[in-house]
């Protein structure tokens, strides 16, 4: 397994360009199952879970030329309607597969994704509203097993506005006969990108990016080109890793109108952040101050940034509570953090970090995707030398890190394969 070697204390100088959101990426990806001609889609992360999902759709039967960041797919034809537990249980967004299945072929056996590091994360949201549309859905043998002659337009209500429930939902509604109306549904930027995708297939949706998304259904789509939107993640990460490291960070190809939460926040931190159409630019004159968080779904402050802020807070001027409300653990980052010297106390929900001067370098474990990139933040402030271990997590989600941070003045590198036969790769 490889590991990332980072050596801290460098502020990182520069400017660095994100690729495409991982998260928009999936679903539109998953989305070309509705069929109904060949879609070329650009700017897709070079990142494993992206490979993942290529593959599953090669298993279907969907024909895919995938080459760099680019893919041309067309789905005239399926060999198969079943995402195998072997492959599922390798990227729990293969259920996003399930809705395009059950309304372009009449049914899908897709694997129960399992939980994982930062909770149970069920999936019976996507379920209940699949019921609601008419397919008959049942759970046998760890697979969710869903059938419908046609499905039909309904109202439905989500008892939390899932990111990816929304989107199999209304990815399903798109062939359905009828009008569907999905009620507290998520308004992440990833939804909005993947209805704008559909829209130019011809589906009929309004409200994406509200609480409230109507699809009225049609007979069939049309294929159509779509470039996806950039990481918004990735994008916040590199400006955490400017901000710990006392830098100045300029990120390119990021919309910063998908990122208020989080530039608001590192400006409460005391940083200097300007924004320009399309990059972010922050600047670093101090020690961060410690400042409160809690994260919410879109537009409020994303759980996939709570890691990596939390390591800036780890050598804050003060204290800084932190409160995850989207997950039951994700703060599994927290012990490994707390290796490096932080301070930090965990009761329910809730994260004390009374920041210190300085953290030191150890060898630390990922455990999952952002967790990972919060340890490389640590690390690349820490004194000395940091081992991040198991960084596979990282390269789910995460396109050459190593090379993009080097390119800002880390001393970073990946060490391949297991103890003992490390091969160091020069970034
Ligand atoms: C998406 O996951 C993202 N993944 C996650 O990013 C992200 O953390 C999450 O949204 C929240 O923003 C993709 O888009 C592929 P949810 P998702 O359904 O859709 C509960 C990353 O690092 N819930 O919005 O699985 C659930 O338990 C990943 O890129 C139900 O109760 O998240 C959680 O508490 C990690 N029943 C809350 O809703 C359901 O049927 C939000 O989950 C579905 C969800």
Redesign the pocket.
């Known amino acids: 397994m490889d590991r990332i070697v980072i050596t801290g204390g460098n502020p990182l100088r520069g400017t660095v360009r994100v690729s495409g959101a ?2 928009a990426a ?2 539109i990806l998953a989305s070309t199952i509705l069929g109904g001609g060949e879609c070329v889609i650009t700017n897709l992360p070079r990142v494993v ?1 992206v490979v993942t999902m290529v593959k599953l759709l090669g298993l279907l039967g969907v024909a895919v030329k995938a080459e760099g960041s680019r893919a041309a797919i067309s789905a005239e034809t399926v060999r198969s309607t079943e995402a195998p537990y072997e492959l599922v249980k390798t990227m ?2 293969s ?2 597969v399930l809705g395009p299945l059950v309304s372009r072929w009449g049914e899908a056996a897709v694997s129960l994704p399992g939980g ?1 590091a ?11 509203g699949l019921a609601k549309l008419g397919a008959e859905v049942t759970i046998e043998h760890g697979y969710i097993r869903a059938k419908a002659k046609r499905l039909r337009g309904a109202r439905i209500y ?10 199999n939902l209304m990815m399903a509604a798109c062939l359905a006969e009828g009008t569907t109306v999905i009620e507290n549904a ?1 308004r ?1 930027p ?1 939804v909005v990108d993947l209805a704008a995708f559909l829209i130019k297939r011809g589906a009929r949706i309004t409200g994406a990016g509200s609480d409230l998304i109507t699809v009225e259904g049609v007979p069939a789509l049309r294929g159509a080109d779509h470039e996806v939107i950039p990481d918004r ?1 990735e994008a916040g990460t590199f400006l955490a890793a400017g901000a710990i490291t006392g830098g100045d960070v300029c990120v390119e190809g990021c919309l910063p109108n998908h990122m208020e939460a989080v530039s608001m926040k590192l400006r409460e931190a005391g940083f200097d952040v300007t924004e320009g159409k399309e990059s972010i630019r922050l600047k670093a004159s101090r020690r961060p101050k410690g400042v409160d968080m809690k994260t919410f ?2 537009p409020g402050f ?3 940034m709570q890691a990596q802020m939390m390591a800036l807070m780890c050598v804050a001027e003060g204290t800084s509570v932190i409160t995850e409300t ?3 653990s994700r703060f599994i980052h927290v012990p490994e953090l707390r290796r490096m010297g932080a301070d930090i106390k965990v009761e329910g929900s809730h994260a004390v970090v009374n920041g210190t001067e300085k953290i030191t370098g150890a060898p630390v474990m990922a455990s ?3 967790a990972s990139a919060g340890l490389i933040v640590a690390g690349l402030a820490a004194e000395g030398e940091t081992e991040v271990s198991r960084v596979y997590h990282l390269d ?2 995460y396109e050459r890190i190593e090379e993009k941070l080097g390119g800002l003045g880390a001393v970073i590198r990946r060490v391949r394969g297991g103890a003992g036969s490390a091969v160091t790769v020069a970034t």
């Open positions: 991982k998260n999936l679903p879970d729990r967004a259920v996003l994982c930062i909770g149970t994360r069920p999936v019976n949201l996507h379920l209940a989500l008892d939390t506005p899932t990111v990816t429930g929304t989107e998520a992440e990833e993640i779904a879109y994303p759980t996939d989207v997950f039951e999952d995707l952002r789910r989600g």
